[in-house]
């Protein structure tokens, strides 16, 4: 192993060897095919899931050496709580050695080099955003035409930390309200990097006024009519015409929550209804406000009541 790491910092510290031969493109959809290819053995995720503009995938790895490889997209990865795992690598033409600890994150852009030897076993969250997905909302937020996104081998920011950490319990809750939540921290986390992590940083305009009146009601009548589906914010946008980005800022604005909170609570609320006013089964009112599982519903009505649905009816 001692002869490894040192023919492998070696290879590391040459760069005109890294340029010798074509790096290989990664997909995070394609983690285990992917993983054959780069490390030498098939490492099939643990969990994976995809949202609109993201996917998440969380992996267990033993020590392994990643030959040169590039991501078709921007790949954020964090590390889990444990012992910290001792790295080998280079991004684009940075080398660094470092020991990561689990609210360390490492930023690599898409199509941007990357290669490295783990020492220790090592589980960790690997966040893929689609570049189509940044530049949009750069444009929509911002007019920007052009992104770039700062490489950083160790990065400290709470919000991101939080956001991978939130996607990954959502994956392990079963998405107990559809898509919406993954959705809107997709564009939490892209609104994140464009301020903070790109070269050209986004200054965002404050957003002095909601949605105007008309809008706002539809928006609502939107939300009613489709409590039952799982629907994400893009068509909720669409409906009113406008950009995602800017509908849910203004409908922050306008209702002092946002659009995932707003329907969360409402679906909630016509729970209580219909348990209090029908017999319908639980398992068929979950389904009718829009949960994925009975499960999914009784967890999260207890979460914001206090009490099972069981027990709620049981109060009529």
Known sequence: MVREVVYYHQILSDSSKMLSKEPLLVDLAQLETMSQRIAGRPNPASLFAQWNGISLAH????????????????????????????????????????????????????????????????????LGLEPAFLEKIARESVKATQVELIPQLILIDPLIQQILLSLHADIIAGHPTGKLFGDSLAIALAAQLLQNHTVWKAQYPSAQTGLPPYLRDRALEFIESHLDQSFTLDQLADALGMSVFYFCRQFKQSMGITPHQYVTRRRIERAKELLWHSKLPITEIALQVGFATPSAFSRLFRQFTGTTPKAFRQQR
């Open 59 to 126: 992996c267990h790895h033993s020590p392994c050496e990643f030959q040169e490889h590039q991501w078709t997209q921007h790949l954020i990865g964090i590390g889990s709580v444990g012992s910290p795992a001792s790295v080998e690598h280079r991004l684009g033409g940075t080398f660094h050695q470092h020991s990561y600890h689990s609210h360390e994150i490492m930023v690599i852009p898409a199509q941007v080099s990357y290669q490295a030897i783990w020492q220790e076993p090592h589980e960790f969250s690997l």
